[in-house]
């Protein structure tokens, strides 16, 4: 069965994700779809969770002042965070749902690649953002989560009466501003 997006209240998204043990096809194929599918619902990065997929591997592609990084993370550390930020985020999983949330505002992750090869990034402004929304996702952390209690109280008496979108809705929903979905 072909993996599809995952959404608010499916239980695979709130599962602890184990470490990949294995660099083999099966990972590869799981990088794949997650790049296809971010790419077809117009976001910036995916974690398995989203797919139904316990394994802590994450992919990104964030374009900003210092460059792209397009990349897959395969059992990601954050081994430095710095400062403080607050901006908009959203998440593929809870489509229509945006709100400021406070992150790090420079961090450092060691992480692997897809073909077992260790690396280390250091980064900033949404790419930074990016991969601590996606590292969430593998310890079954949504967004939602981050919000102070009084605007999280808001927005689960909003996301009860959320309803998953039809699957295969027309890409044309999404606005500009979902490129900063994650
Ligand atoms: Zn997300």
């Known amino acids: 069965m072909p993996r599809e997006l995952r959404y608010y209240g499916d239980p695979a998204l709130r599962k602890k994700a184990a470490p990949a043990d294995a660099f083999d096809d099966d990972l590869a194929g799981l990088v794949n779809d997650l790049f296809e599918i971010m790419y077809r619902e117009k976001g910036v990065g995916l974690a398995a969770p989203q797919l139904g997929e316990s394994t802590r591997v994450f992919v990104v592609d964030v374009e900003d002042d210092d460059g792209r990084t397009k990349r897959a993370f395969v059992n990601p550390v954050i081994t430095r965070r710095e400062g403080e930020m607050v901006g908009e985020e959203g998440c593929l999983s809870i489509p229509g749902y945006r709100e400021d949330v406070k992150r790090?505002?420079?961090i450092?992750?060691?992480?692997?690649?897809?073909?077992?090869?260790?690396f280390s990034l250091t980064a900033e402004g949404?790419?930074?953002?990016?991969?601590?929304?996606?590292?969430?996702?593998?310890?079954?952390?949504?967004?939602?989560?981050?919000?102070?209690?009084?605007?999280?109280?808001?927005?689960?008496?909003?996301?009860?009466?959320?309803?998953?979108p039809v699957p295969r809705k027309s890409p044309d929903r999404s606005s500009p501003k979902t490129r900063s979905t994650v």
């Open 108 to 118: 450092e992750v060691e992480a692997k690649d897809e073909t077992g090869r260790s």
């Open 126 to 164: 949404l790419l930074a953002r990016a991969i601590q929304h996606e590292l969430d996702h593998l310890d079954g952390i949504l967004f939602v989560d981050r919000l102070s209690p009084i605007k999280r109280k808001l927005l689960e008496a909003r996301l009860k009466k959320f309803e998953p």
């Open 104 to 106: 790090a505002a420079s």
